[in-house]
């Protein structure tokens, strides 16, 4: 038994972060030591008694389909990113203090892939089929106080395809425990709204779920105290709640706030509300909040306002994994996408088409992204054959009610999607009859479906299932809008018909916004999805104003030996838009609140206009490895003040070739570009351009932009024809990380001739090994098409470029990365752990 530490305590003192006083709460990271096993032989891996001495040893977040080559045979297809799904059991013994048996624990996840069951001591407390939502369980009963217990997770994604797009397997969001006295804040049990705003003041209302698992009356005294980002308190208040035996009661509080600092993107300032509950005199429970104050207004013909400004939502579309990390959850991972999107001027994400990892939202908070949350990419109508479908019926209003719950204190979270071109906007039919009995005995009754209109039948069935959705998101949450993500019809949509939704929402069709006030008069409008345009980073097809569009019609097959698309801005998918056809269209209607763009980076899945051997996306404006490709300064040129001049393709070319090169830029007048010295003339954006382009047949040697503003020179930019490659050049985002397990540093290597001049076309293989401190948690190079594992330490340059992801052990100290290159030389970089 000596073996067992009291690991309550233990972490307790190793994380002085996740720990409050004794009194109090423990929050305890949960995700280290677990066992894991992938196998559907074993009958049964909840048994307390097995023998695991086999089993994998791992840390949480774990997604295991990523450690696996691509192969086309995975059931998932090239559409589930062609990676293995399968039946995992995770598994972990853990001890828990005596002193803890009249306290209350919990386990909490914030995701797993998917329909998983738990089990404690070999009893099962619980199922959770949805794949995206956090839950958690109250293992109290369950639990052996003073001895060794075992948690064991079934983690079941068998059966396949049940995603458009990849969705890893695992339990690969965080998990913790949470240890609270019977009298405690339940989970997601604050909910603070700010009902007034205004310079001199705000007053923030506080709602506090609380739960009396004693046997006990108890009267608790509620205090509130709220901090500025000095953590300065600015407003505090306390009440007295009579608590009967074995109740949940909620109180609500109001604080005033003087001169409130708003949240903005440009300054995304966030309060800290402290909940503290005392029984007695002693303190019981200490419950934190992040929130932001902050007005949000949609208007029907000038679009979205932030604080009483006009924003345009220039936003984009995001599925959840991280490219070589899979879907296992990393916060560094996270907000280098997010810093990479704000250097490009993004200010909005959408969620596609599932609740996010928590940590997304605190990274949105901090860093000032607006965000649509949304809830399902289908209702009851499947898309994949053994899709959350099946599970609508039973568990969407459990669903839907617990992400809002978990998300709705966020100030970065502005708009609710019920869902993603679900199939029931294509019209109503008798087989698709929405038990209405059922979800309103599972809305306790709320009744938010029937009312006189449904009585007399003026909505079908599918425009009553989006009602109740509708009505479900603005009972958990009623100050924020309702949209859906359509691509039906706008005169037959149910969703539509339905006047339930607060924004009209639609994806693409974009010659139907000049006139969407017109057919929707009552309300306003968000793009919330665009775009759809193609492209592998460094490859080009001329002449470039050729449009590609790949399949030339949606339903129609498309082959093209290359599996590439054109880095243009010049392919696209029949149902899409390029990119700047659409931003020309968008930025002269104010009606028009923002759109979110199909998407910012690659995914792993949806490979079109391709299938096998492509294995991920081509829509993003940056790839899968974190490079951006052109596109990406368009927008920078458009959405940002930085000074922009992006000249492309590359400079090495065959003799006889005709190239285009295009210029994004900003801020100046002309461009003047150059070959070898010699000038092929100056051009100037049209009022509706958004670049400039020259026809050159192809010279090895200089390329020279020069933009200017009234005659005087502002930024230069050269590309030369590069040699054979001498030199490996390593590039870290960060050398210095932190120590904890966790933190990552992106080293990029390029190879460089004896001029210095970057290898655009290079594809050598790199072979990487690290010392010290840390190891390769993922490898890639943005190349859709090929499938050696993401995890495996090396990878081919593509077009010039790949990534290592190093990830620290925990411990602090030196680590080195080696890169070796055939033919080319070796090169190392040293990072540090702190
Ligand atoms: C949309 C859909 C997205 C993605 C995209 C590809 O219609 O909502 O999930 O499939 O098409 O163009």
């Known amino acids: ?166 969705s890893g397997s695992g339990i690969y969001r965080n998990v913790r425990l949470v240890v609270t006295k019977p009298v405690y804040v339940e989970q997601w049990g604050t909910y603070i709204t700010t009902p007034v705003i205004n310079n001199d003041s705000a ?26 980002a000095d953590g300065k308190i ?55 909040t992040y929130s932001g104050i902050r007005e949000i207004y949609f208007d029907v013909t000038k679009g979205f306002f932030l604080n009483g400004k006009p924003v345009k939502i220039n936003g984009v579309c995001n599925h959840h994994d991280l490219g070589a990390l899979g879907t296992a959850v990393n916060t560094r991972a996270l907000e280098r996408q997010l810093e990479i999107l704000k250097g490009m001027g993004v200010n909005a994400i959408r969620t596609s088409h599932n609740p996010p990892a928590p940590e997304l939202l605190d990274l949105c908070d901090r860093m000032g992204f607006l965000v649509m949350d949304e809830a399902f990419d289908m209702w009851r109508k499947k898309k994949t054959k053994f899709d959350y479908s099946s599970d609508f019926e039973e568990w969407h209003v459990r669903d839907l009610t617990d992400q809002i719950k978990r998300d709705r204190n966020h100030p970065s979270v502005i708009i609710w999607s019920i869902g993603n071109e679900v199939g029931e906007q294509w019209g109503d039919t008798p087989a698709e009859d929405v038990d209405l009995q059922q979800a309103n005995i599972a809305l306790n009754n709320k009744k938010v479906i029937e009312n006189e209109d449904t009585k007399k039948g003026k909505y079908g069935k599918n425009a009553l299932l989006t009602r109740h959705l509708a009505d479900l998101a603005r009972s958990i949450d009623p100050t924020r809008p ?92 029949p149902w899409g838009t390029l990119h700047e056809d659409n931003w020309r269209i968008i930025k002269q209607y104010p009606h028009v609140s923002g759109q979110f763009i199909w998407t910012g980076f690659d995914y792993l899945g949806e490979p079109t206009p391709y299938w096998w051997p492509s294995r991920s996306s081509y829509f993003g404006i940056v790839d899968l490895a974190g490079f951006p490709k052109d596109v990406y300064y368009m927008y920078q040129s458009e959405w940002t003040n930085k000074d922009v ?49 020259w026809r050159v047949p192809f010279e090895a040697g200089n390329i020279k932009a020069v933009a200017r503003l009234r005659g005087k020179t ?23 990380i932190k120590a904890d397990g966790n933190d990552l540093s992106f080293v990029t290597v390029e190879l460089l001739d004896k001029n210095g001049n ?77």
């Open 1 to 166: 038994m000596k073996k067992f530490i009291p690991f309550l305590l233990a972490l307790s003192l190793a994380l002085p972060g996740f720990s409050v006083q004794n009194n109090s709460r423990k929050v305890i990271d949960f995700n280290n030591n677990w066992k894991f096993c992938l196998n559907d032989t074993i009958v049964d891996g909840s048994l307390v008694k097995l023998d695991v001495s086999n089993w994998r040893t791992l840390n949480l977040p774990h997604d295991w389909s990523i450690e696996s080559d691509f192969k086309e045979d995975f059931p998932a297809s090239a559409g589930g990113g062609a990676l293995p799904g399968g039946l995992g059991w995770y598994r972990k013994t853990f001890f828990v203090d005596k002193k803890d048996k009249q306290n209350k624990v919990f386990v909490e996840f914030d995701g797993v892939y998917q329909k998983s069951k738990v089990w404690i001591n070999g009893q099962l407390v619980g199922y959770r089929p949805n794949g995206y939502v956090s839950f958690s369980y109250d293992i109290t009963p369950f639990l052996k106080f003073g001895s060794e217990n075992v948690i064991a997770v079934r983690v079941d994604n068998t059966q396949q395809p049940n995603s458009r797009w990849y």
């Open 203 to 228: 007053a923030l209302a506080i709602s506090t779920n609380i739960k009396n698992d004693m046997k006990l009356r108890r009267e608790v005294k509620v205090e509130q105290k709220v901090y500025d």
């Open 234 to 288: 600015v407003a505090s208040t306390d009440g007295n709640l009579i608590m009967l035996p074995a109740t949940s009661k909620s109180m609500l509080q109001t604080v005033q706030i003087h001169k409130p600092i708003r949240w903005s993107i440009e300054n995304p300032y966030l309060y800290k509300i402290v909940t503290s509950l005392y029984v007695q005199g002693l303190l019981k429970d200490e419950y934190v």
């Open 482 to 573: 309702v949209t859906a993500g359509c691509n039906g019809t706008q005169d037959s949509n149910p969703l539509f018909q339905s006047e339930a939704l607060d924004l009209i929402g639609f994806n693409y069709h974009e010659q139907e916004f000049a006139d969407i006030t017109k057919r929707h008069p009552k309300t306003p409008f968000i793009v919330t999805e665009s775009v759809s345009s193609l492209q592998t980073r460094g490859f080009y097809v001329n002449p470039s104003d050729k449009v590609l569009i790949c399949p030339e019609r949606w339903d129609k097959p498309y082959t093209n030996p290359t599996q590439k698309c054109s880095a243009y801005d010049n392919c696209r998918a």
């Open 645 to 693: 001049l992006h000249i492309f393709p590359h400079w090495n070319w065959q003799p006889g070739d005709t190239v285009d090169i295009w210029a994004y830029y900003n801020k100046a007048d002309e461009v003047e570009l150059y070959l070898n010295g010699k000038s092929l003339g100056k051009r100037s954006k049209g009022e509706d351009d958004l670049h400039v382009m």
């Open 714 to 736: 502002i930024m230069t930019k050269e590309v030369n024809t590069a040699g054979e490659p001498v030199t490996v050049k390593l590039t870290a985002d960060r050398t210095s």
């Open 758 to 834: 970057p290898c655009p076309l290079a594809d050598q293989l790199v072979r990487f090994n690290v010392e010290g401190q840390g190891s390769i948690a993922g490898t890639d190079n943005g190349d859709q098409n090929n499938h050696t594992s993401l995890k495996k330490p090396e990878r081919h340059l593509f077009y010039g470029k790949c990534l290592a992801i190093v990830q620290n052990n925990g411990e602090a100290g030196k680590i080195i990365l080696k890169a070796d290159v055939e033919g080319v030389g070796v090169k190392t970089i040293e990072l540090e752990a702190k």
